[in-house]
């Protein structure tokens, strides 16, 4: 469908409506038909490589072809970021509530797993009960020292931030104050927040001068370019290429060390660093990147012994809809448990599943009285 999609945008030369806009109440950007197929090209990107459930699946993909993909996609030629105008006092969060939600700094945190990844001086798990220390200490500009906002702020000063200073990153904050239960994961008793997207996050959540308005990035270059990296690499491609891809979120948004000249084992770690970083924040693509990957698992101890990407227990899917998992008579809503997230297991055919429905007839039926209470006799 999206080669369709692809083929029928090049037909003619047009441009998406200015207004109404496509793109955003009045204030949406438009683009041409050439940047629509560079899109589309992206998108065809994503799909192939975030598709795979784990790590055995990754290494099926055509990896050529996402490399191929990548290199029509909105990072060549002319580059350009799909952005879409957000406006939280008319559509709430728009399309886009992970931003508005993630760069609250007393809503969301970044994973400790993640944080020590980008830091010198975060440990994870969370150290209870004092926690990682601020300011952060990381050679990466988008990390910085932690510290973030005007000089005076008092809607920030809950979770005690620093004031910005001449060493605040662009895209984390450090947060003194980890609000969390402990027991809704350790993980999440992060100090480290993301403010990349803070003009995005709701009045009162952020910066005075952020309400949640405003050009919100669904697909960035950084993006485009490091699915072109990994699609050249794995596809035993232009190594050359995929260093200059990754580089360029790596040296020009990171200040960090070029890795041209590197190998392939090396440069997989470096676009696996960047992708953590310039895919957070971007829809779901963090979670569909973690559950394939296994680059964190270690081979004995450590914090979890990760099954792929992903802490033992964690679904790899999302939802299958309640009617066709009643067509294939297995249980409605269950990803199948700690021991088979990847599937529930099934169950003898002919056999119809309880539904949403039956469940809650049957609890009803628990409640004393309920029946001869509210049912029509």
Not at 30 to 41: A, E, P
Not at 306 to 330: C, N, W
Not at 358 to 374: E, H, I, N, V, Y
């Amino acid at each position: 469908m999206l080669d369709q999609a692809y083929s029928e945008a090049g037909v003619a030369t047009w441009s998406t409506p200015a207004s109404p806009s496509w793109f955003g109440l009045e204030k949406g950007r438009t683009y041409t038909n050439v940047q629509i197929q560079q899109l589309i090209r992206t998108m065809e990107a994503e799909l192939l490589a975030l598709f795979p459930r784990n790590d055995a699946e990754n290494a099926t993909v055509d990896w050529a072809a996402v490399a191929t993909y990548a290199s029509q996609g909105i990072s060549s030629g002319t580059p350009f970021n799909f952005e879409f105008y957000i406006d939280v006092t008319t559509r709430e969060c728009g399309i886009d509530c992970i931003k508005n939600w993630g760069n609250s700094v007393a809503t969301e945190r970044v994973d400790t797993r993640v944080a020590k990844l980008l830091t010198t001086n975060h440990q994870d798990p969370w150290p209870a009960p004092s926690g990682n220390p601020c300011p952060t200490i990381s050679a990466d500009k988008r990390v910085g020292d932690g510290t973030y906002g005007p000089p005076s702020n008092e809607n920030y000063d809950q979770v005690s931030i620093a004031p910005a200073d001449a060493g605040a990153g662009t895209d984390y904050a450090c947060a003194g104050v980890s609000p969390f239960p402990a027991a809704r994961g350790s993980y999440h008793q992060s100090n480290l927040q993301h403010v990349r997207y803070h003009a995005l996050a709701s009045r009162g959540e952020d910066l005075p001068s952020d309400d949640g308005t405003g050009q919100d990035p669904l697909y960035t270059t950084q993006m485009n370019d490091l699915l072109w990296a990994e699609g050249l690499i794995r596809s035993s491609g232009d190594l050359a290429l995929a260093a200059q891809k990754i580089d360029n979120s790596r040296v020009t948004r990171g200040g960090l060390p070029s890795v041209v000249g590197q190998a392939a084992p090396a440069l997989i770690t470096a676009l696996q660093y960047e992708q953590e970083i310039e895919f957070m924040g971007q829809g779901i693509d963090p979670f569909l990147n973690r559950r394939r990957s296994g680059y964190n698992a270690p081979a004995t101890g450590g914090r979890f012994p990760y099954v792929d990407g992903l802490i033992p227990g964690t679904p790899r899917h999302m939802p299958v809809p309640a009617k066709e998992l009643d067509i294939l008579t297995r249980a409605v809503y269950s990803f199948g448990g700690p021991t088979g997230p990847d599937m529930s297991r099934s169950v003898n055919g002919g056999q119809r599943q309880e539904t949403v429905a039956d469940r809650f007839r049957a609890l009803q039926s628990l409640r004393p009285g309920f029946l001869t209470r509210f049912l029509p006799r």
